[in-house]
C-alpha cells in the first residue's frame, strides 16, 4: 500500500494529537500520580486517564465517523460499521512510568481493513517522536530508521529458555536484553536495531501492538502470529471477547524464521 493524502493527513493529525498527549503525561510523571487497580491487577493512573480523554476529545472532534478502540475508554456512540478507527493506548508501560521509569509512551494508530495505515509512539520522557505510514518508511524525530543488519550479536527480549531453543548458527551469538516495559517501545527498539528481535507472550491487545506494528514493517520487519501470518486489528477474540492475541515474534530475517519455529512449537503458560 502506498502512502496516500488520507493517511498522511491522519498521520500529521495522530502526532500532533499524541504530543499533547504526551505533555499531559509528562505533568503527572515523577508526581505520584493517583493509581486504581484495574481486573487482572493492571494499574491504571490519573494520567492515563488524562490523556485518553484528551486524545478522544481531539481525534473524535477531528474525525467524528471513525471508530475508537482504547485500553481506558469504550466508544459509547451508536454501533455502526465504521471503515477506519483509531487504535490508542494513552501511556504504554504504565508500571514503567509509576516506577519513574523513562522507557514509556503515548500510542496512536489510524485502522482500515485490519491494518494500520498511520501510526505514531511519542515518548516525551526521552524527547522521542516514532512514526510511519505504509510505503514511507519509519521515522524518529525526523530520520528514518531500519531494523538491525543480520550481523552479530543479535541482542534479543526473550525468556532465556526459548533463547536456547535457537540452532547452532546462533548460538554464543546471542545477547538476552533486560526487561522493557512497554511492549510498543520494545518492538520500536526493533524497528531501529537496538534489539533483532523479541518474543511477545499472549494476550497483548490491540492498543499494545497497532502503532508499532506499522512502524516495525516499515523499518523491514515484522510482528507475525506463530503460524507466521500478519496481525489484524479491530476483531474481538472469539474466547476472550476482547481485543487480545496470541503469541507474537517481532524480528526480521533468519532470526524471525528460527523464532517463529520457537514460539510455533511452545506451550506458554
Known amino acids: 500500500m502506498l502512502e496516500n493524502s488520507q493517511n498522511r493527513a491522519d498521520l500529521d493529525l495522530i502526532i500532533e494529537a499524541a504530543a499533547g498527549a504526551g505533555k499531559i503525561a509528562l505533568s503527572f510523571y515523577g508526581q505520584s500520580p493517583q493509581i486504581w487497580l484495574k481486573t487482572g491487577n493492571s494499574p491504571v493512573t490519573e494520567a492515563d486517564l488524562a490523556a485518553d480523554k484528551y486524545l ?55 485502522i482500515e481493513n485490519g491494518r494500520p495505515v498511520a501510526g505514531v509512539l511519542e515518548c516525551p520522557a526521552r524527547n522521542e517522536t516514532i512514526s510511519a505510514l505504509p510505503g514511507g518508511g519509519a521515522d524518529q524525530n525526523g530520520s528514518t530508521i531500519h531494523v538491525q543488519a543480520e550481523n552479530r550479536p543479535f541482542k534479543v527480549a526473550a525468556p532465556g529458555g526459548y533463547l536456547n531453543k535457537l540452532p547452532e548458527y546462533f548460538l554464543g551469538s546471542i545477547e538476552r ?93
Not at 478522544?56 to 454501533?79: F, M, N, Q
Open 56 to 110: 478522544k476529545d481531539v481525534l473524535l472532534t477531528a474525525r467524528p465517523d471513525y471508530g475508537w478502540i482504547s485500553e481506558e475508554t469504550l466508544d459509547e456512540r451508536t454501533a455502526s460499521p465504521r471503515q477506519r478507527f483509531f487504535v490508542v493506548d494513552p501511556i504504554d508501560g504504565t508500571r514503567a512510568f509509576i516506577e519513574g521509569i523513562d522507557v514509556w509512551c503515548v500510542s496512536v494508530a489510524v
Open 177 to 269: 536484553a533486560p526487561h522493557i516495559a512497554s511492549l510498543a517501545y520494545r518492538l520500536a527498539m526493533v524497528a531501529r536495531g537496538d534489539l533483532a528481535g523479541t518474543i511477545v507472550r499472549p494476550n497483548s491487545h490491540d492498543w499494545d501492538l497497532a502503532a508499532a506494528d506499522l512502524i516495525l514493517s516499515e523499518a523491514g520487519g515484522n510482528v507475525l502470529t506463530a503460524d507466521g501470518k500478519a496481525l489484524t486489528y479491530g476483531l474481538r477474540n472469539t474466547q476472550t471477547g476482547d481485543y487480545r492475541h496470541g503469541a507474537l515474534v517481532a524480528a526480521s530475517g533468519l532470526l524471525m524464521d528460527n523464532m517463529l519455529n520457537i514460539v510455533a512449537g511452545t506451550a506458554f503458560g
